[in-house]
């Protein structure tokens, strides 16, 4: 009797020991689905698969449509946002920032800041900003100080929420779908970006930590236009997401295959992208694993250079000065964006920003109220994901 390839690898997965098996949902790949030692034999296995551009390239398509598939997008039709409101411009230091909101579904609201520079002449780079959990990132610090650095640049950016926090408070965060939604919801930002004046469409990256990276590897490997991808803490061979928002669909677990965030990261490949890891959350192996599995993959097109991995041994999970100071000359190098601009004996200098108040950067206000049409409820948003 035959058994393809598929079969053998599914015949590995149940043998291994799955330290968060969850039986009422065996399609899903949640947390800490294995353990460290399981996933680089999972790996390894994975490795074997692949010698050359045109099997990994059928394998990372059929990654790509699983995606889709698992999360009940593959006959969903994106559509561009619609009701765009950019409003209450802050003239900064090289820089302005705005508050945007738009919808990306009937009734759902992405809401946001967009970011450029002072002076814009010509085509420019865009980038997407998505940020990880935590109580209203967008208004953090970190979150300000990286996308304010990346207009001083040169770049347009534009920072968005996760559902249920900042200004997108229709319904809560881990609502079922979650994750459907934000897929949903970060086409919609990709669409809007783009259609901005002065966007040079062949000039798009997109970096996010935690949630944000998984929310940047997933729209990376699923839309073509991101050109330069810096997910910062999250690409882990073990580990898939704490959150519904980010495993609470199969889009790993398949019935034609078992894939992970490697794995989809690795779709990315030949385009740029940089990993940022650290010594205190669960990309601690990203050196000697999920960095080489990436590379290998990178190799099968001769673009071996074009991924690297930034790793601090000594810090924790966020997206802190030192990790943001790694990511600037890699988006700078592949988008074309001028370092110079924001350097100071070497280093890129943050202290020309200013952090705006959660008030300046608040979307829905009671000149700028949500619109009437906004579906409110966790309940009423699930219902209305049902339907598309």
């Not at 059929?62 to 006959?75: M, V």
């Not at 996308?147 to 996760?162: I, K, P």
């Not at 601690?284 to 041994?313: C, Q, R, W």
Request: overall charge neutral; charged content about 25%.
């Amino acid at each position: 009797m035959k058994t393809s390839i598929q079969t053998l690898s599914f015949l590995l997965i149940t043998q291994l020991t799955f330290s968060q098996y969850n039986p009422e949902k065996p399609d899903l790949c949640q947390g800490k689905f294995f353990t460290e030692e399981d996933a680089k034999t999972l790996h390894d296995d994975f490795a074997k698969r692949y010698s050359d551009k045109v099997s990994w390239q059928k394998h990372a398509q059929e990654i790509k449509q699983g995606i889709l598939d698992g999360a009940e997008l593959s006959n969903y039709e994106f559509k561009k946002p619609t009701n765009i409101v950019i409003h209450s411009k802050k003239d900064l230091n090289g820089y302005s920032v705005e508050n945007v909101s738009f919808q990306s579904i009937e009734g759902i609201y992405v809401t946001g800041n967009l970011y450029r520079p002072a002076e814009l002449k010509g085509k420019t780079a865009g980038i997407l900003c998505p940020h990880g959990h935590g109580t209203d990132p967008r208004f953090a610090a970190y979150t300000q100080q990286r996308c304010a650095t990346l207009a001083r640049m040169g770049a347009v950016v534009f920072a968005y929420d996760m559902i249920g926090m900042g200004d997108s408070k229709q319904s809560i965060h881990k609502i079922e779908k979650a994750l459907k939604l934000q897929i949903i919801n970060g086409k919609a930002a990709l669409e809007f970006l783009l259609g901005l004046p002065n966007i040079d469409k062949n000039r798009i990256g997109m970096t996010g930590e935690s949630g944000g990276g998984t929310q940047t590897f997933i729209l990376s490997a699923i839309d073509d236009r991101i050109k330069v991808s810096v997910p910062v803490v999250m690409v882990s061979g073990y580990f898939f997401g704490g959150c519904v928002c980010e495993s609470g669909m199969p889009i790993h677990k398949r019935p034609t295959h078992q894939t992970t965030n490697v794995e989809i990261a690795a779709t990315f490949a030949p385009k740029p992208m940089l990993l940022v890891s650290d010594g205190g959350d669960w990309t601690v192996n990203t050196p000697n694993m999920e960095y080489p599995y990436i590379k290998n993959v990178y190799s099968f097109f001769g673009a071996a250079d074009k991924v690297e991995n930034v790793h601090l041994a000594n810090e924790k999970h966020d997206y802190g000065p030192s990790k943001r100071q790694a990511a600037y000359p890699f988006l700078a190098k592949y988008l074309k964006l001028d370092l110079q601009k924001v350097t100071v004996d070497g280093k890129v200098d943050e202290s020309a920003n200013k952090v705006l108040s959660q008030t300046e950067l608040q979307v829905f206000d009671e000149q700028h109220p949500r619109p009437a049409n906004a579906v409110m409820g966790d309940a009423e948003v699930m219902a209305l994901l049902e339907k598309k």
